[in-house]
């Protein structure tokens, strides 16, 4: 029998700077900074769990992963459930100096892609109806432009 897994607790990210990187989770991102071991890492807080993200100092001699290599693609956070909710973190992320590398429509959530300053990718995204996926589950599968 399988493991019974209910959730993904918490995502670690390896990154090169940790207080810029800090920063950029804390001003851009909003997560709440709950700890921190020694200058090492730091652990964020979305709000209902005592951390969802934390981030790993690697120095800044760390090279970047190759594109084509095996690993984490990006990490997805929700923000909302409406349009409204995404235009306002795209015109947050813009004023930020963000660059947006993607608008996606899934059907199932509309979301932005970008990297944080170490080149970690990040989605944000709000959900559609939940009747969608769970009456046509294929729908998981849908990429389409989106404007916003």
């Known amino acids: 029998m399988a493991i019974k897994v209910r959730g993904v607790g918490h995502v670690v990210l390896k990154v090169r700077d940790l207080e810029r990187a800090a920063r950029f989770y804390r001003e851009v991102l909003g997560l709440e900074e709950v700890a921190r071991m020694a200058d090492r890492m730091v652990f964020f807080s979305a709000g209902a769990n ?60 509309q979301s932005i892609y970008f990297s944080d300053p170490d080149g970690n990718g990040l989605e944000v995204f709000v959900d559609a109806d939940p009747g969608v996926w769970r009456t046509d589950p294929t729908s998981v599968a849908t990429v389409e432009p989106l404007q916003l």
């Open 50 to 109: 005592h951390h969802d993200l934390a981030l790993l100092a690697v120095g800044e001699g760390a090279p970047m992963p190759d594109r084509a290599s095996v690993g984490l693609y990006h990490v997805a956070l929700k923000i909302g459930d409406d349009l409204e909710t995404l235009r306002a973190a795209k015109a947050h992320l813009e004023t930020h100096g963000v660059r947006i590398q993607g608008i996606s429509n899934h059907r199932v959530s």
